[in-house]
């Protein structure tokens, strides 16, 4: 008896565990209900739909966001498979699942999905796949697709220069998951420092590679050493939590976190984070496979957007930052988004000026690495494709990475 | 230039400290002849609870209390399955962990979707009330004064239990009754201590003990939750290892922590190291910084393979461990 009675209630247990991560793993379901069309959206998503900030979450939100804009209804016609990890078979099964619902289009938001998606694709040709953050492609249903995060970047890292303008400390500390060794950390760090560099070309960007893409403690003790040690004076991330910015916070230095406005975690120490708009990119795939499927691949293509699409941004800007920044960053943006200027280029901006009369000078300058490769000759154009092609592989000058 | 150093031991405490209640609550539900490896979701379960009560209250010790009743109520509930209905013990702590760690989501999801949410609660008085206390005199030593008499008040109040801990088995009867019971409980039976209860007392104090571990980690993040990264973060695994390390004793856990902590912050630590210490420590730069990163599991690893290999380091091990009591088969 005893032991029946014991079997049952570890089973219970069991069980009331398996629900609580049941959101995660079940397809939210189309039951049957009518929707104003048949159109149906999948998504495979890293970690849970349920996630209220990182990654997983910026896509989320921005595919529910973007559904609403197209007159769908994410209760209705989304599918999704989460908490998928970047295991080929496991991809491939997320997808027939999801092609067994009659998703018209499937998005796959991390990069290993890579190969399963491009195999599928051959599968299923009447479904339109699109791959966030990866390389290949087809001509007719298989896309990929990425944003200019490093333009938002470079106008956080103005924010960052005018602040250790005004401190007089030209230490600036950067926590990123991975150096060198991703061009999209490694881009995110170049366009950060290079708009430092726009503002207080005397400053020195010190990265701290933690190795990983999350890890509170990693990050917080990042930061700390950052400053403790490296004496830096604000403080940029690349990393999932808001630690970094909790400890500026705590320390009395600055800082520029990432993902979301981090002001609400760091009320008296950040100025601006590069946010991403992901709804710009899903909307306008949604109304492309919507309209014609066929011509997915001529109307949208591999899409690699920036400020011009509004698909990345900077957070608003806090009461911390200096009364100058806000001007140089609306200088620098409007030359982004008329394409009249992007970062990787051979010509570098430099700003000057008191409030109100904020200018900006353009100049032509090669494109070093830290160990004194140039990259672009003075005057050359923007290497931009070396951020998703991968080939981004190096610091620009005036960036060390500390550990 | 000493900085680096008084930051390297700072740290070595503050960011391990509750490894040492993982190690602690876990010996004590080892002595008992239980086995435990529920340890993280019980450090989640506490951590989340706790936090979330001490913020509503504006209080440390409430958040304390909280903390030590939800993850003594998670020990009650070990207790009932393993001790009154003799579920096994070793599936029964798993399903604590994956429980466990799933309720710290559950809860914290459902938060930081509600109005306001998560981020009002972080960044609370309750974090002012856990800031480092001052000791007259001790705190301002140079040196020493930061790295060790500088700290939250539960990292005193950790190592205090670890030596409570240690004198009780040491020198009182219910010390010896209790290692009586986890060495061989039919003879502690046969001689009228009462197995059952000894074992719910334990395993709910040890599991409470642990709770506060989880708490500390979360203060130490400033309560900030995160949809995807777990505060506790695999440190109740490291604990049952410690315990292992330990060899079953609560003082020598202070030690175990202090080492594995050595090499923990060593991790984060070394290119600092290296940078004020050019000269002298300036070959840190040359290993890879993924050996670092390695390096306290490697550790782990080491102890563990010497301490299985020798007799004498597993002299403390309860030799009833991991063993329902039936007393029907005596």
Same mark, same amino acid.
């Given at each position: 008896m005893k032991k029946l009675i014991s079997m049952l209630v570890t089973a219970a247990l069991a069980v009331t565990s398996v629900l609580a991560f049941a959101g995660c793993s079940s397809a939210k379901g189309n039951e049957g209900g009518s929707s104003a069309s048949d159109f149906k959206v999948g998504a495979i998503y890293i970690n849970s739909q349920n996630d209220t900030s990182g990654y997983t979450y910026a896509h989320h939100h921005g595919i529910t966001e973007a559904m609403k804009k197209v007159g769908l209804d994410p209760a209705k016609d989304l599918f999704i498979v989460d908490n998928v990890p970047e295991d080929d078979e496991k991809v491939k099964q997320a997808i027939d699942q999801l092609a067994g619902n009659g998703c018209n289009i499937i998005f796959g938001i991390s990069f290993g999905y890579i190969n399963a998606m491009e195999e599928k694709a051959k599968e299923y040709p009447d479904i339109i796949f699109s791959h966030a953050t990866g390389y290949l492609s087809n001509d007719t249903n298989f @896309? @990929?697709?990425? &944003?200019? *995060?490093?333009?938002?970047?470079?106008?956080?890292g103005i924010a960052a220069g005018y602040k250790s303008l005004a401190t007089g400390n030209n230490n600036i500390g950067y926590v990123s998951a991975w150096g060198t060794e991703y061009a999209e950390t490694c881009s995110g760090i170049n366009g950060f420092a290079l708009g430092v560099f726009s503002v207080n070309p005397d400053a020195k960007v010190s990265v701290y590679e933690i190795s990983t893409w999350g890890d509170q403690e990693l990050e917080r003790q990042a930061a700390e050493t950052l400053i403790d040690t490296y004496g830096c004076g604000v403080i940029a991330q690349h990393c999932d939590s808001a630690q970094p910015q909790i400890v500026a916070n705590e320390k009395g230095v600055f800082g520029c976190g990432y993902n979301s406005d981090m002001t609400k975690e760091a009320p008296n120490a950040h100025l601006a984070a590069p946010i991403w708009n992901w709804d710009a990119y899903y909307a306008t795939a949604m109304k492309a496979a919507m309209t014609n499927p066929a011509t997915f691949m001529t109307e949208v293509g591999n899409y690699y957007e920036g400020l011009n699409a509004g698909l990345v941004d900077v957070s608003a800007l806090s009461s911390n930052c200096e009364p100058q920044t806000k001007e140089a960053i609306e200088l620098a943006k409007k030359m982004m988004i008329s394409g009249e200027w992007d970062v990787?280029?051979?010509?570098?901006?430099?700003?000057?000026?008191?409030? &109100?009369?904020?200018?900006?000078?353009?100049? #032509?300058?090669?494109?070093?690495? @830290?160990?004194?490769?140039? *990259?672009?000759?003075?005057?050359?154009?923007?290497?931009?494709?070396?951020? *998703?092609? &991968?080939?981004? #592989?190096?610091?620009?000058?005036?960036?060390?990475q500390v550990n | +230039? !000493?900085?680096?150093? %008084?930051?390297? !031991?700072?740290?070595? $405490?503050?960011?391990? =400290?509750?490894?040492?209640?993982?190690? %602690?609550?876990?010996? +004590?539900?080892?002595?008992?002849?239980? !086995?435990?490896?529920?340890?993280?979701?019980? +450090?989640?379960?506490?951590?989340? /609870?706790?936090?979330?009560?001490? /913020?509503?209250?504006?209080?440390?010790?409430?958040?304390? !209390?909280v903390s030590f009743i939800a993850s003594g109520l998670v020990g009650l509930l070990f207790s009932f399955l393993t001790v009154t209905l003799q579920a096994n013990q070793n599936v029964t702590g798993l399903t604590i962990t994956t429980f466990g760690v799933a309720f710290y989501y559950f809860i914290g999801n459902a938060l930081s979707n509600s109005a306001g949410g998560w981020p009002q609660l972080s960044g609370t008085k309750l974090d002012a009330h856990s800031q480092p206390v001052h000791i007259p005199g001790l705190s301002d030593i140079p040196f020493i004064g930061k790295a060790i008499f500088s700290h939250s008040i539960l990292v005193y109040v950790g190592i205090l239990i670890a030596v409570l801990m240690w004198l009780y088995f040491k020198k009182t009867v219910p010390g010896l009754k209790l290692r009586a019971i986890g060495e061989n409980p039919a003879a502690a039976d046969s001689l009228g201590v009462n197995v059952a209860m000894y074992k719910y007392v334990h395993i709910i104090v040890g599991s409470g003990i642990m709770g506060l571990g989880g708490l500390y980690m979360g203060l130490n993040m400033g309560? %900030?939750?995160?949809?995807?990264?777990?505060? =506790?973060?695999?440190?109740?695994? =490291?604990?049952?290892?410690?315990? =292992?390390?330990?060899?079953?004793?609560? /003082?020598?856990?202070?030690?175990?922590?202090? $080492?594995?902590?050595?090499?923990?912050?060593?991790?984060v630590q070394n290119a600092a190291l290296a940078y004020t210490f050019p000269e002298t420590l300036g070959w840190l730069t040359k290993i890879p910084s993924h050996f670092f990163s390695a390096l306290p599991f490697i550790i782990t690893l080491l102890v563990l393979i010497t301490s299985s290999l020798s007799k004498k380091n597993k002299s403390g091990e309860p030799q009833a461990i991991g063993r329902n009591y039936y007393r029907e088969d005596r």
């Open positions: @896309n @990929n697709y990425f &944003g200019r *995060i490093y333009q938002a970047r470079y106008l956080a990787f280029s051979g010509v570098k901006l430099s700003f000057s000026g008191d409030t &109100g009369s904020v200018t900006v000078e353009k100049t #032509n300058a090669p494109l070093v690495t @830290n160990d004194g490769t140039e *990259i672009v000759a003075a005057g050359g154009p923007s290497v931009d494709d070396g951020v *998703i092609q &991968g080939s981004m #592989n190096y610091y620009v000058e005036g960036v060390t | +230039m !000493l900085e680096v150093f %008084t930051l390297f !031991l700072f740290n070595i $405490i503050v960011y391990n =400290i509750p490894l040492l209640y993982g190690t %602690t609550g876990e010996i +004590m539900i080892d002595k008992s002849g239980s !086995l435990n490896l529920g340890v993280e979701g019980t +450090m989640a379960i506490g951590a989340v /609870a706790g936090y979330l009560a001490g /913020a509503k209250c504006d209080s440390l010790f409430v958040a304390c !209390l309560g %900030t939750f995160e949809g995807s990264n777990c505060w =506790i973060n695999g440190y109740g695994w =490291i604990s049952i290892a410690l315990v =292992i390390f330990a060899n079953w004793n609560p /003082a020598k856990a202070i030690l175990g922590t202090l $080492i594995f902590g050595f090499f923990n912050t060593l991790r």
